[in-house]
T-cell receptor
Framework: KAGVTQTPRYLIKTRGQQVTLSCSPI?????VSWYQQTPGQGLQFLFE???????NKGNFPGRFSGRQFSNSRSEMNVSTLELGDSALYLC?????????????FGEGSRLTVL | QKEVEQNSGPLSVPEGAIASLNCTYS??????FFWYRQYSGKSPELIMS????GDKEDGRFTAQLNKASQYVSLLIRDSQPSDSATYLC??????????FGAGTRLTVKP
């Protein structure tokens, strides 16, 4: 069974640009969450999607957005990039949202903003 | 106060010893608790979940939960060098977003 697939794995952008990251969940998983990981802040919750609806959002500015498609694949977008957006962006899938919280993570997309 | 706090580490134990990792959380309505292991340069992987007070054992791993004290721990028995990683405590809050601790880096020395 294929795991969570994230693309691209690495990317370099400059300040002010925008970026789109993609996530394909494990087959049959309908919930997708996104996290930002940095050495200073650790893993921080961005948002969660289920059935194409954003169910929950973390404490990030509106420059961070996402969406989910009918096949459960998800994308996140960061506009007007800032140096502080440099991080590892992790996507996680689970069967369904709920209190179980058993997340399966992808390998991540490492974004560097210059 | 951080929502999920862990021993800052690093924690170093000799091979064969018991490694004890601790975590406290601030939100009393939290319902489910997890330990993830993250090797350097890799993504987190779930190793234990616990939902009710008490102990839960899985092989060499034992998770302990005390909701009254808002405390979760992970014991690794017979620690192996392959257990060397960062261990992340995670708490799923009532509004269904997962909060992670900063992680404790564990080194098991041969």
């Amino acid at each position: 069974k294929a795991g969570v697939t994230q693309t691209p794995r690495y990317l370099i952008k400059t300040r002010g640009q925008q970026v789109t990251l993609s996530c394909s969940p494990i087959s049959g998983h309908r919930s997708v969450s996104w996290y930002q990981q940095t050495p200073g802040q650790g893993l921080q919750f961005l948002f969660e999607y289920f059935s194409e609806t954003q169910r929950n959002k973390g404490n990030f500015p509106g420059r961070f957005s996402g969406r989910q498609f009918s096949n459960s694949r998800s994308e996140m977008n960061v506009s007007t990039l800032e140096l502080g957006d440099s991080a590892l962006y992790l996507c996680a899938s689970s069967l369904a949202p709920g209190r179980n919280g058993e997340l399966f993570f992808g390998e991540g997309s490492r974004l560097t903003v210059l | 106060q951080k929502e999920v706090e862990q021993n800052s580490g690093p924690l170093s134990v000799p091979e064969g010893a018991i490694a004890s990792l601790n975590c406290t959380y601030s939100d009393r309505v939290s319902q489910s608790f997890f330990w993830y292991r993250q090797y350097s340069g890799k993504s987190p992987e779930l190793i234990m979940s616990i939902y009710s007070n008490g102990d839960k054992e899985d092989g060499r791993f034992t998770a302990q939960l005390n909701k009254a004290s808002q405390y979760v721990s992970l014991l690794i028995r017979d620690s192996q060098p392959s257990d060397s990683a960062t261990y992340l405590c995670a708490v799923n809050r009532e509004n269904n977003d997962m909060r992670f601790g900063a992680g404790t880096r564990l080194t098991v020395k041969p």
